[in-house]
Nanobody, 118 residues
Framework: QVQLVESGGGLVQPGGSLRLSCAAS????????MGWYRQAPGKEREFVARIISDGSTNYADSVKGRFTISRDNAKNTVYLQMNNLKPEDTAVYSC????????????WGQGTQVTVSS
């Protein structure tokens, strides 16, 4: 059974930082492309960041220079360090695992709420 469990969300003031974690089980973590997505109220889910097995990363333009994605294959965990948070970063952040060889093998976590407000 595949599980992706996010943690680390919460309420933070503008300019603050949060670190999200996503612990995976039931998959060969090291080969999966791991990503973070977010969905704000009334909006569609959007891509935030991605990290592939060799450590290469991609970011949405809106978070470049502020967010950093990383992975620890020994812990089957992917992280999202979010700095200089803005109110427009408020959303439910979800973790995604994508098998790079089998397009139909992708999984989602339940999400964690991030609220940026003074």
């Amino acid at each position: 059974q595949v599980q992706l469990v996010e943690s680390g969300g919460g309420l933070v003031q503008p300019g603050g930082s949060l670190r999200l974690s996503c612990a995976a089980s039931g998959i060969i973590f090291s080969i999966n492309v791991m990503g973070w997505y977010r969905q704000a109220p009334g909006k569609e889910r959007e891509f935030v960041a991605r990290i592939i097995s060799d450590g290469s990363t991609n970011y949405a333009d809106s978070v470049k220079g502020r967010f950093t994605i990383s992975r620890d294959n020994a812990k089957n965990t992917v992280y999202l360090q979010m700095n200089n948070l803005k109110p427009e970063d408020t959303a439910v952040y979800s973790c995604n695992a994508q098998n790079p060889l089998i397009a139909t093998k992708y999984y989602w976590g339940q999400g964690t709420q991030v609220t940026v407000s003074s």
